[in-house]
């Protein structure tokens, strides 16, 4: 297990580098991009786009008020909760976001052709029951020690 963390750091850390590479033609970071790509399916607050990346709050929050200032996105009101506004793209940002996947998209389909689709379908498959089974052992140990005192 450990050789394969040790792959998988490597691999998320390539990925990153080539993300914030893809990114940075458009003058985006990749947070910003992961960002945009998020609330491209919102709107969302930002406690939800942190939820779905695995991030904090205040690093959401953080790049939400960048992209803001540079006018890729927007806060909006929320009529279900008044202190959390949503964030939604402008077209300036859903601009540089499309520009973005399709770079992505070839860059893709270049490794699809080193790696094949029954390939990357059997990794994907195994990353997930990897995640799902690290999900589990995070629940189980969120779970409260049983009461042992009788």
């Known amino acids: ?8 750091f490597e691999a998320a850390g390539a990925s990153r580098r080539w993300g914030e590479i893809l ?17 491209a ?13 695995g991030v904090s709050r205040q690093n959401v929050q953080r790049v939400a008020r960048d992209l803001a200032a540079a006018g890729m996105a927007a806060f909006g009101p929320n009529p279900d909760h008044k202190s959390s506004p949503l964030l939604e793209l402008t077209p300036a940002g859903r601009t540089a976001l499309d ?3 399709t770079a992505a998209a070839g860059s893709n389909q270049a490794l699809l052709q080193r790696l094949s689709e029954p390939g990357i379908d059997q990794l994907r498959s195994l990353v997930t029951h990897l995640s799902q089974a ?11 020690a049983p009461d042992t005192r009788s």
Not at 1 to 8: G, S, T, V
Not at 24 to 36: I, K, P
Not at 45 to 53: D, E, G, H, K
Not at 134 to 144: G, K, M, S
Request: glycine residues 4%; without cysteine.
């Open 1 to 8: 297990m450990e050789a394969l963390f040790a792959e998988l």
């Open 23 to 39: 990114a940075s033609r458009q003058g985006l970071t990749q947070a910003q991009w992961q960002t945009l790509w998020i609330a």
């Open 41 to 53: 399916a919102g709107p969302l607050t930002v406690p939800q786009i942190a939820r779905r990346l």
């Open 99 to 101: 520009r973005i996947n």
């Open 134 to 144: 690290i999900h589990e052992l995070i629940d189980a140990e969120r779970q409260p």
